[in-house]
């Protein structure tokens, strides 16, 4: 089955601490994203990545960081600048060309602890 | 300019009825709008999706109600069903690959 697999499904941070969430998909979708979702508030975009090795922030990437050095992986690295980084981390995916929807991976719970 | 303004926020409808979901913009140059559905500790799916060209568009108890004029979109389910019970997404975008998301309505069916 193709999709989007994001791990771990929830993880703990102690302050201070750099994480990195996982994201792999076998849909050979050329752009990845991911997203933020905090109750309330949507989803806000942190980066994306259009191909392999070129990346863009998006609207709050401030305390984040990411890479893609191959098609199907985005990691993204909460690093301790993120102030406030108790979320639910969600990845997407989707073709290159035109105006097609995301698909979603099942996400990650980040917490601080 | 490049909100996306959803309500209401949250949504109580007894199972049998219509569920509508209103959604806002101002960009006029968005020309893709989809409807995601969530459940709890799940990604978005893709539900159903409109181009501006079209004023409506059904899939199955699912419609998405399209009125450029006003720069509004609705999504409407009709029979709503206790397994409709999510939290909805509506989102639009301008021929890129990046997406405005609505702030999302819970809605919950009765049954």
């Known amino acids: 089955d193709g999709g989007i697999t994001q791990s771990p499904k929830y993880l703990f941070r102690k302050e201070g601490q750099n994480v990195t969430l996982s994201c792999e998909q076998n849909l050979n979708h050329d752009a990845m994203y991911w997203y933020r979702q905090d109750p309330g508030q949507g989803l806000r975009l942190i980066y994306y990545?259009?191909?392999?090795?070129?990346?863009q922030k998006g609207d709050i990437a401030e305390g984040y960081s990411v890479s893609r050095e191959k098609k199907e992986s985005f990691p993204l690295t909460v690093t301790s600048a993120q102030k406030n980084p108790t979320a639910f981390y969600l990845c997407?995916?989707?073709?290159?060309?035109?105006?097609?929807?995301?698909?979603f991976g099942s996400g990650t719970r980040l917490t601080v602890v | 300019q490049q909100q996306v303004k959803q309500s209401p926020q949250s949504l109580i409808v007894q199972k049998g009825g219509i569920s509508i979901i209103n959604c806002a913009y101002e960009?006029?140059?968005?020309?893709?709008f989809p409807w995601y559905q969530q459940f709890p500790g799940k990604g978005p799916a893709l539900l159903i999706a409109i181009r501006p060209d079209v004023s409506e568009k059904k899939e199955g108890r699912f419609t998405i109600s399209f009125n450029k004029s006003a720069k509004q979109f609705s999504l409407h389910i009709m029979d709503s069903q206790p397994g409709d019970s999510a939290t909805y997404f509506c989102a639009a975008s301008s021929g890129t690959y990046k997406y405005i998301f609505g702030t999302g309505t819970r809605l919950k069916v009765l049954a």
């Open positions: 960009n006029t140059a968005f020309d893709y």
């Open positions: 997407a995916s989707s073709i290159s060309q035109g105006p097609y929807g995301y698909t």
């Open positions: 990545s259009q191909i392999v090795n070129d990346f």
